[in-house]
């Protein structure tokens, strides 16, 4: 099963993605953390992308749906777990087509939501954990913005589906 978790920044994705990596086998594809390993790689992709991700704005489609596309077809069997991706419709778009290309199917999208506040606190607290530098209370706020400007059109995107 190939499935898409949805949902604002701190809501559990990547937290539920890891349990079916544990428990299913499934294989975790997340964009923020290919992201996050280009930019400490110090790749010139890296290096472009740092600064619209400290801000907390959506880095290019372009990027993320070739970042995506070259994970899966490196993998032969599915099992995929889409974890902060797609984040637009052009990207989601982008994911029919990869997975169409590589005789794949999604079989669910999964929305994941907490309340703001309680989305924010998390965040907070993951940042005083874990020292990720997007976990500060200005660019959280920027964060769940985009969520619900950029991303939140996809429930009904794939719920049509
Ligand atoms: P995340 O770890 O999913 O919260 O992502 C961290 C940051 O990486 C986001 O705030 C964006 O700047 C960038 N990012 C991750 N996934 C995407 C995506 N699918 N599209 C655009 N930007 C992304």
Do not use: C
């Amino acid at each position: 099963m190939n499935i898409i978790l949805l949902g604002p920044p701190g809501a559990g994705k990547g937290t539920q993605a890891r349990h079916l990596v544990e428990k299913r086998n499934m294989i975790q594809l997340s964009t923020g953390d290919m992201l996050r390993e280009a930019k400490d790689s110090g790749s010139e992709m890296g290096n472009r992308v740092a600064e619209v991700m400290a801000r907390g704005d959506l880095v290019t489609d372009d990027i993320v749906i070739g970042l995506i596309k070259e994970k899966i077809s490196g993998e032969k069997q599915g099992g995929f777990i889409f974890d902060g991706f797609p984040r637009t419709l052009n990207q989601a778009n982008g994911l029919e087509k990869i997975m169409g290309s590589f005789k794949h199917s999604l079989e669910r999208a999964i929305s994941l939501y907490a309340d703001e506040d309680a989305l924010v606190d998390r965040l907070i607290k993951r940042g005083e954990d874990s020292g990720r530098s997007d976990d500060t209370s200005n660019i959280i706020r920027n964060r769940q913005k985009i969520y619900w400007q950029q991303t939140a059109p996809l429930l009904d995107f794939y719920e049509e589906r």
